[in-house]
């Protein structure tokens, strides 16, 4: 990886390989380093280690994965401090890993990402897991899976749980296979979109259009052919009177999707740039 190419560059490099070879704490302090070009990537990255060093030097040979689950716990949410930000969950920074190391809080994807990142170091085979409305960490054993929750110090979930939880989000019918089915590992990219997305999310909310823009861009890297960015990103240049922009990703999105839900919104939005564009020429 050419360390003087840009993050976004550095970035698209990282993703090229096969998703078990994806770094993910470098490619997610990559998101970061776009925000901020004087971030050390290597600094964080020497930082997992050290974290990750000082707790296997505790362990003794031969732990069980139960046992290394609880001292993971111990060591991040007790000893370390790292817990949840819910005094200010929208700040953006909760969501770069780099802040979450420095300032020791943040939201559920990115504790899970320190999670993941510091328990595979010590010979977890834990897996991100994109649970709706609320990222979670599993570890399969030989009885089944344990389900995690580093947004709540790492404590394991039963079935019940997962159940409970689902029914708050999306109601109705929340059978055992259901839940199940919602348990697949994700992958890394899928991680990634993940936290990016919340970042976009943040960032509309706060009126940083500029900001949620640079965003979608990532998220474009990721996968080009998003129909949701296309249109997420035509909608902000329409906000931010770019209104040519705007008409080129709207028209493209009907184009490629023209039975969508919201498509009677967007051509309407159509409509009104051409008329909008056709005064301006």
Known sequence: MLSNASPITQFQQAIRQPDDQIDLARAALLIAKGQNRDLDVERYIAELNFLSATLERRLSKGLNVALRIGALNQFLFNEQGFGPNREDYQDPRNSFLNEVLDRKVGIPISLSVLYLEVGQRIGLPLRGV??????????????????????????SLSMPDLQQRLRAVRGGEVSRAIVAGMLVAAEKKEVL?????????????????????SIIEWLMVLSPESAAEIRDRGLLYQEMECFRAALADLERYLKEHPSAEDSDDIHARV???RQTTARLN
């Open 130 to 155: 994109s649970f709706p409305g609320h990222f979670l960490v599993k570890c399969e054993v030989n009885r089944g899976v344990i389900v995690l929750d580093p947004f709540a110090g790492g404590v």
């Open 193 to 213: 979109g993940r936290m990016l997305r919340n970042l976009k999310a943040i960032y509309v909310q706060h009126g940083q259009n500029e900001k949620a823009l």
């Open 271 to 273: 409509v009104e740039l």
